[in-house]
């Protein structure tokens, strides 16, 4: 497969020269020259392939040739080492718990496969490659947990010091060997814009292979439509009206989901859950795309102003925006509504969900209002437990530490302090 920049300023590369960069030349997002649909057959005979035959059958077109198909069976089944549950409701509603890997947050996905493959490329590779990643709390541990021990790759974090939850903090600063964090002093947004400058700072990039590790690159982005394969094959015996309700923050997940639906799946609807961060809310209402500063909020992972791949969600429906909006409905929803929804879960289901999680179930009731046969799966992106003090806060109940939390909570954070961009660059050159 082939990948060309949506700034179309760029030659068109490969799976190997998109990961290895991240983003194209022309600072655009890659995407993929063609969507080869899957054979029905696929579908049909879902019931008897393991989720790993499914992931290798969705996701091959994307990675090859550059990865070999034996290569690339052992990959996913290094990444997929846990569960994907359906947790129902009712009978209109599901959870899908994204949460059961070593951080306990979705991202752990595709940052587990993007790591394997960039050790794969790197065995071919003498130089060495610097993943360089700003966080504003689960992105950052996943990356460390997925990169840890991969030859040939450095990974550097950067999160905004006393922003991140202290579960948060151990999962990215405890794990030591070719992971270092950097605690800045600062917000999200100013780790943000440090990384943005190192990419274009021709010292730094002359010397070393810079790349990035969120969903702008496509092996961070692209696994993460498994998701919605395993929900259906869950499901689709029971119910054949499936919508998904994807608490929303860069949009990676859910433009992950479209990709799935463009490969055949049979989605009728995406929702996209937003909390006050609501600049696709308001362009679907108003068909003006106008992005905003972040606002803080409970369901910190979707405190994005500009989410980076909503310009993939436009592609795929050719910039349409009618089209865009028969398969795309987006609602908004304040914090106060959002710890009404947990209470609400916890009281009529006897389920704790986390923050992210409410504002997809919020997402689930609003369309199910207008859509009575529809059945609608609203992704649980994050474990209860990483939003600890809001959540135990709203349901007044203890919640069990998981054993994934448990074994970081007492390790010893290493972290190296840094207050502006020079600080940074230093850092990056100082061998
Ligand atoms: C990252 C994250 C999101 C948002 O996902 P996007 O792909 O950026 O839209 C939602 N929930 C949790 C818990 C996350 O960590």
Redesign the pocket.
């Known amino acids: 497969m082939n990948y060309y920049s949506l700034n179309r300023e760029a030659p068109n590369t490969n799976f190997t020269d998109a990961v290895i960069k991240g983003l194209a030349p022309d600072r655009g997002l890659y995407f993929p020259e063609k969507i080869t649909p899957l054979p029905a057959s696929f579908f049909e005979t879902i019931d008897r392939k393991s989720r790993s035959e499914i992931a290798f059958e969705a996701i091959q077109q994307f990675v090859s040739p550059d990865i070999p198909e034996s290569v690339l069976k052992t990959i996913i089944e290094e990444t997929l080492s846990f569960d994907f549950p359906i947790v129902k409701l009712n009978d209109h509603i599901s959870s899908l718990e994204l949460f059961h890997g070593p951080t306990m947050?979705?991202?752990d996905v595709g940052a587990r496969f993007m790591a394997r493959c960039l050790g794969y490329f790197n065995q071919k590779n003498v130089n060495d490659i610097t993943v360089l990643v700003a966080t504003s709390g689960?992105?950052g541990g996943a990356v460390a947990n997925g990169f840890l021990g991969v030859k040939g790759v450095n990974v550097v974090i950067l999160y905004p010091s006393g922003k991140v939850s202290d579960i948060q903090e151990k999962q990215l600063t405890t794990l030591g060997q070719n992971i270092t964090a950097l605690e800045v002093d600062g917000v999200f947004d100013d780790c943000q814009d440090m990384v943005k400058k190192a990419f274009l700072d021709q010292s730094i990039t002359n010397t070393m292979q810079l790349t990035s590790a969120n969903?702008i690159n496509v092996a961070r982005w692209l696994p993460q439509l498994f998701y919605f394969m395993f929900a259906y094959q869950q499901l689709h015996n029971e119910h054949d009206d499936i919508v998904f309700s994807i608490?929303?923050?860069?949009?990676?997940?859910?433009c992950a989901g479209m990709i799935a639906q463009q490969l055949g799946l049979p989605v009728k609807h995406f929702i996209a859950a937003n909390n006050a961060n609501n600049v696709v809310t308001e362009y679907l209402t108003t068909r003006k795309y106008h992005p905003k500063p972040s606002v803080q909020t409970i369901s910190n992972?979707?405190d994005v102003g500009n989410p980076s791949n909503f310009i993939r969600i436009q592609e795929i429906y050719n910039n349409d925006f009618n089209q865009l909006k028969n398969n795309l409905s987006s609602y908004s929803y304040s914090d106060k509504e959002t710890k009404d929804a947990l209470l609400e879960i916890y009281e009529q289901y006897n389920y704790i969900a986390d923050p992210?999680g409410a504002v997809g179930y919020l997402g689930c009731k609003a369309h199910l209002k207008s859509h009575n046969n529809a059945h609608c799966v609203f992704l649980e992106?994050?474990h209860p437990t990483k939003f600890l003090d809001v959540v135990e806060d709203v349901i007044q109940t203890k919640i069990e530490l998981p054993h994934q939390i448990k074994e970081v909570i007492d390790k010893e954070k290493v972290a190296i302090k840094i207050s502006n961009y020079e600080d940074l660059k230093a850092f990056l050159l100082r061998s």
């Open positions: 947050a979705f991202k689960d992105t969903s608490p929303s923050g860069n949009f990676g997940n859910i992972a979707m992210h992106t994050a």
